[in-house]
């Protein structure tokens, strides 16, 4: 995939400096970098990329467009168990207590949604949701944020479609979720 | 070219930085990005690049190489006045008097060729050079550096395909040139 002496870059900018981006510095060029030579490499007419990596969507989605590459983008909806957990390879990791507290994530990012539709602040439902996540068990928290949904800069009031996203940790193990504000227009 | 909210970059990275890089931090970035997004708008088997700008030819070539952009690049020779000058829209800006200097800028360059084929080490030839353009009437001297031919990092010894880049000014103008090293196997 990398031939000798490679040297190229593929940044999203800014939109790869948030949420995750705080947390996992240069880690969204490198993806920007290898899912612009895959997509090259195969030249498909359509690629599909989940929703539970919604910044990693974003960012594909901005570098298809910005550098004019003739592929469709598709998001495809996150998959979950019953209880409303992501599937993730990660899910592996969790131990069974860690594994009755993960369904906490998806709850409450339901929860935050359902409280910023009714009408609370952004800001304020997003505090609440923080308090949530630690309630339930959850040993720390890198972010719980509800932003808009094309370029993941903070909302501050919901007047445009946004995205309610957290990442959060059940002891080693990260969890990342989101789920779609449904009251923006 | 630029659609609202774009905010991609491609880099060619340390390429990128040096000979010219250096004194315009950026620019070969913007020049990445925008050759990459004209590439993949018109698709074509094959695009052509002067020579002139050695260091753009070089990172273009890396960048379609290192993002799999099914395009050949091929470099063309620097078209030149009779006196040796490289054809340039900046040729313009210069006066009779400077335009009377100008050509030590080639013949500067040709002599630091045959003096590292006659077996000079690049650093004597290159201070030896720098020397003669400022003595010629080039009002300063951004660089005169013998190179690799695809990495552009500085040679020590002319055991690989090498070129010998410059800039140099005259007055408010700053002129670039370059020739391939002859003696490199």
Redesign the interface.
Known sequence: M??E???????????AERLCGRFRPGHFDGV??VV??LL??A?PDIACFGEKDYQQLQIIR??V??????IHIEGVPTVREDDGLALSSRNAYLSAEERRIAPALHRTLAAVRARVDAGASPQDAASWGGGELIQAGFTKLDYLEICDA??LAPLATADRPGRVCAAAWLGKTRLIDNVPLKGAP
Chains 1, 2 share one sequence.
């Not at 002496?5 to 940044?11: D, E, M």
């Not at 467009?65 to 003739?70: F, G, N, P, V």
């Open positions: 990398y031939r002496g490679f040297t190229t870059t593929v940044s999203a900018g800014a939109l920007a970098t612009t030579k090259l490499q030249r901005r570098v467009r910005d550098l004019d590459i003739a094309e370029t």
